[in-house]
């Protein structure tokens, strides 16, 4: 349930009221998995410029932003305005900078490259910023330069040591450069959500809800917070968790909640198995990071999409998602690229299968 739709949580009564139909719902556990926004560092007049990817509505809206610019670019008459609008920058070189900005390389290179007639989607300009000293600043240094490497490839323009400065509706100033763009993308900087406010509960600076170690939030034992627990774990009574969605946390997380519910002996206090991290770079290359074991290439792209499968809920699921990425990347054809109109505010006021329209196409 999306936190928007919530009028009330009321611990009194265990129950939870909304908005959308008005009525309220008891509840014995309240489970809440509230996700994460965007951190824009106290310059929040750039989110109006440069949106985050951080729910599915972000990401049909940033999809939606890149074809429009290609669209544009195809209907300026005007060259020199061509390489304004074919300019993209993401701001943050982290796994979702890093992972965009080959995704985005890749598009312009094959995906799009027949698409239009008056202008050259390859001659696109990809710029990937970040205040860190190199990418992927969470994995280790070979992984980095491996990730760094590749995105040269790819011909992304890397531009570390340096933040953003100023964005507005024309462009980005990097260390005093100005580079003028229409499309800017906000990759970088993660704030939790406002739970603890909600919940009227003691949360630290960050603004991060204090839970125990069974997840459940001190002096409200009905409430359990599915979160990424702090790193800087010392104490066996409690521990920090960051309000950010992560799949194979959240699974772990679910699980104790699931044992207690089906009347086996209560669980003991919830431990983090770490596998690792990885980190795709464009087509058939990816990074991994298990411990002490360092992968690059293909081989660590393989077990990138064997981990996604793995994480599908059915079998059925999994062998068809295995097909269409196996025929994709041995034909390089994808899916229709429509620019829908997707507002996840707006799903509750949208009628089923009027979600989406199409209102332009590329031929």
């Known amino acids: 349930m999306k936190s928007s739709a919530w009028t009330k949580i009321r611990s009194a009564s265990s129950s939870v009221t909304l908005t959308v139909r008005t009525c309220r719902f008891p509840y014995d556990y309240l489970i809440l998995a509230t996700g ?9 007049e750039f989110e109006q410029f440069a949106p985050g990817l951080k729910t599915l509505a972000d990401a049909v809206g940033i999809r939606n932003k890149i074809l429009q610019a290609f669209e544009l670019a195809e209907a300026e008459e005007d060259p020199s305005r061509h390489r304004d609008l074919l300019t993209f920058v993401l701001v943050g070189a982290g796994p979702t900078g890093v992972e965009l900005a080959g995704a985005l390389a890749m598009l312009v290179r094959s995906t799009l490259k027949s698409e239009f007639r008056r202008i050259d989607p390859a001659s696109a300009r990809i710029v990937l910023v970040d205040l860190a000293p190199r ?76 839970v125990q170690n069974d997840l459940t939030v001190p002096g409200y034992p009905e409430y359990l917070l599915l979160a990424t627990p702090h790193r800087s774990i010392k104490t066996a009574n409690h521990c920090r968790a960051w309000h950010r969605w992560q799949c194979s946390k959240a699974v772990m997380q679910g699980s104790l909640f699931t044992t207690a519910q089906q009347g086996e002996p209560a669980p003991g206090p919830f431990n983090y198995f770490d596998k690792g991290n990885m980190a795709v770079v464009g087509k058939g290359f990816a990074v991994l990071q298990s411990g002490k074991v360092h992968v690059s290439g293909f081989a660590a792209w393989l077990a990138w999409a064997a981990v996604h499968l793995q994480f599908l809920a059915t079998s059925s699921l999994r062998l068809s998602v ?42």
């Open 135 to 210: 990418v992927l600043g969470t994995f280790s240094e070979d992984l980095s330069k491996a990730a760094k490497q590749q995105l040269d490839k790819l011909g992304v323009e890397v531009r570390l040591g340096h933040g953003a400065d100023q964005i507005d509706a024309d462009g980005v100033t990097v260390a005093g450069d100005r580079i003028a763009t229409k499309t800017v993308i906000w990759t970088a900087g993660v704030a939790p959500s406002l739970a603890g406010k909600w919940l009227k509960v003691e949360t630290d600076r960050a603004g991060r809800v204090r």
């Open 322 to 363: 295995f097909l269409q990425w196996v025929w994709t990347y041995l034909t390089g054809q994808r899916g229709s690229r429509l620019i829908v109109n997707y507002h996840g505010s707006e799903l509750e006021k949208t009628p089923p299968g009027t979600g989406a329209r199409a209102v332009g196409s590329s031929k």
């Open 36 to 44: 994460a926004s965007q951190s824009y560092f106290g310059h929040n």
